[in-house]
């Protein structure tokens, strides 16, 4: 017996365009995800050396993914205008992955005080800006990311001056200056000793400590004003813990 053909329902205009849309755009998705661990598109050359990013930021960029792709696909038709804001959220993604990758970079934990006025900006300019970035918008962030990526490939990220004019800024004597568990650079003012514990601004460990004791896995970032150990220790008397500038 011959079954009789399915009959296929012919497809409307906008059902149609709404389909190709939704392709385009997920192709587009599926090329940055792959991309996602290397460098920025346009940026190859700017990137500090790391080809990963932390676990928090990664999921945070996965997040926003996921995000486009439900909004992508709750819609049942497109207009030229509404796809074109599709492909711009896409190249926005791209720039918050070049920014996340520069922030991951493991020069960051001894260079943040350097770059923190371009991650503030990029924090108003592409991180809170809601609105859809216009062409004078990505070309100021990716001149203020191009800043950030010399910065941080630049030796230690800041010359002898520069850090010693950070540290005289802060108006802190030596010791007061602290690293994560993965090396990212904190500040502890007042007497320098550890009072409570917090989280670090860019991965999440736990800094800090108590009772003027700093947690087993923070360390005294040294190459930020020289000292040895923290200023509030058994050593922080001993003149071992300085180092004296010519």
């Known amino acids: 017996m011959v079954r009789n053909k399915p009959q296929f329902k012919t497809l409307d205009t906008d059902t149609r365009y709404m389909i190709e849309v939704q392709v385009d755009v997920i192709e587009r998705v599926l090329s940055f995800i792959a991309n996602a661990p290397k460098s920025g598109s346009n940026l190859t050359s700017l990137q ?4 990963s990013m932390t676990r928090p930021l990664l999921e945070n960029l996965l997040s926003r993914v996921e995000q486009l792709i439900l909004s992508l696909f709750h819609r049942e038709r497109f207009n030229a205008k509404e796809y074109d804001c599709f492909i711009a959220e896409v190249n926005r993604l791209d720039l918050v992955r070049a920014f996340f990758l520069l922030k991951s970079a493991s020069s960051m934990h001894n260079r943040y005080l350097l770059v923190s006025e ?3 900006q990029v924090e108003d300019l592409l991180m809170k800006n809601v609105k859809t970035l216009t062409a004078s918008n990505i070309n100021k962030i990716k001149e203020i990311l191009q800043k950030m990526g010399k910065k941080l490939n630049t030796g230690l990220g800041i010359s002898d001056v520069e850090r010693q004019q950070i540290v005289k800024a802060m108006g802190l004597a030596q010791g007061h200056w602290y ?28 800094i800090g400590g108590g009772s003027h004791r700093l947690r087993s896995d923070n360390r005294v970032a040294g190459e930020m004003d020289g000292a040895r150990y923290a200023a509030w220790s058994e050593h922080a008397n001993n003149m071992a813990n300085f180092q004296f500038n010519d």
Do not use: F, L
Not at 191 to 206: F, I, L, P, Y
């Open 48 to 51: 500090a050396p790391t080809v």
């Open 179 to 206: 690293k994560c568990p993965n090396g990212h650079i904190y500040v502890i003012t007042e007497c320098g000793g550890a009072m409570q514990e917090s989280k670090c601004n860019e991965c999440g460990a736990n």
């Open 118 to 120: 371009e991650i503030r």
